[in-house]
């Protein structure tokens, strides 16, 4: 008897438990968001209407067409071309890090040396290092190497591509680590026994087993990139050929004028690709973290 009324005490108390993390959920949920909701309200909102009362609903939704129109034919921010070049450099940056540091991870698990541990630590401790620390050098070391190599490196794509792969690595390569210790060793000797040579082996046999940690790897990277405003203002310059998304967008705002329509809904553009990425490749990312976990 009273061995039944303690599993129901328990019971109850296992349930209300999950009331308590449903109702914190919900509240944390409302608290994210707001600003999304903030954004997307006020980009249909002229700037009048968003100094007066920004968290009223808007009078007209088709402002938010207009706002999109003034945006895409502004004759000072070719928002269209800074769009183009975000795509490009985010797609280019993802391609060499999901790559080169699925390669590097791989070459680092199977070969276990003492010049491998050390050399992952160095990657490892390379996620510490402030960004802030190396702004400095990297800039001029971009613009020395350049002048070296004849090769112009600050101000376009490849010396971001560049930059992006070394600052991107030493987390990805630490992820795909964890995942690639787990693989059976088995199934590369069976390659190397039918003549698979070293690289056909990593592509035809490691990287489709890597899928889901690459979808993470790709998402997590992809975030950074896209929204990332500090390292392309340093390597591409605020009145450059080449431009992200990110300076575009903060050109809307002047000395003395901000136009906070514009800002909004440029802003609110930006957003969309990775909120369409990100749903469609959501099943992946849980798949990848939790398959990394677990390995």
């Given at each position: ?28 949920f ?9 954004v997307?309200?006020?980009s ?11 968290i009223?609903?808007p ?9 999109v129109s ?16 975000s ?6 940056s ?14 680092l ?15 490892v401790?390379?996620?510490v ?24 490196l ?17 987390l ?5 680590h964890?995942f ?14 039918d ?21 993470t ?7 950074w ?11 591409l ?31 609110l ?8 990425l ?14 990394g976990s677990?390995?």
């Amino acid at each position: 008897m009273n061995l039944t009324k303690v599993q129901k005490k328990s019971h109850s108390t296992v349930k209300w438990n999950l009331v308590l993390l449903e109702l914190l959920t919900v509240i944390l949920f409302i608290l994210f968001m707001i600003p999304f909701g903030m954004v997307v309200l006020n980009s249909a909102k002229t700037s009048k209407e968003i100094i007066f009362n920004a968290i009223a609903l808007p009078s007209d939704w088709n402002q938010l067409v207009i706002n999109v129109s003034l945006i895409f034919n502004n004759p000072t921010v070719d928002y269209l071309g800074a769009f183009v070049d975000s795509t490009l450099i985010t797609v280019f940056s993802l391609l060499v890090i999901a790559l080169f540091s699925s390669m590097c991870a791989w070459v680092l698990v199977r070969n276990k040396t003492i010049w491998s541990a050390i050399l992952f630590m160095v990657f490892v401790s390379a996620m510490v290092i402030p960004f802030q620390v190396l702004m400095y050098p990297l800039v001029r070391w971009m613009r020395i190497s350049g002048d070296f190599l004849h090769f112009r490196l600050l101000g376009t794509i490849p010396g971001i591509v560049f930059a992006y792969l070394g600052f991107g690595s030493p987390l990805s390569i630490f992820i795909f680590h964890g995942f690639i210790k787990n693989i059976p060793y088995e199934l590369e000797e069976a390659a190397t026994i039918d003549g698979c040579s070293r690289g056909r082996t990593f592509f035809s046999i490691v990287f489709p087993l890597l899928q889901p940690i690459v979808v993470t790897v790709l998402i997590l990277n992809g975030i950074w990139i896209w929204n990332d405003y500090l390292l392309p203002l340093l390597m591409l310059g605020s009145n450059g050929i080449v431009q992200t998304i990110p300076i575009a967008v903060t050109a809307f705002a002047g000395a003395y004028l901000k136009q906070w329509d514009l800002i909004l809904t440029s802003t609110l553009i930006a957003m969309l690709p990775l909120i369409i990425l990100y749903l469609f490749a959501q099943r992946y990312i849980i798949k990848g973290m939790v398959e990394g976990s677990i390995k």
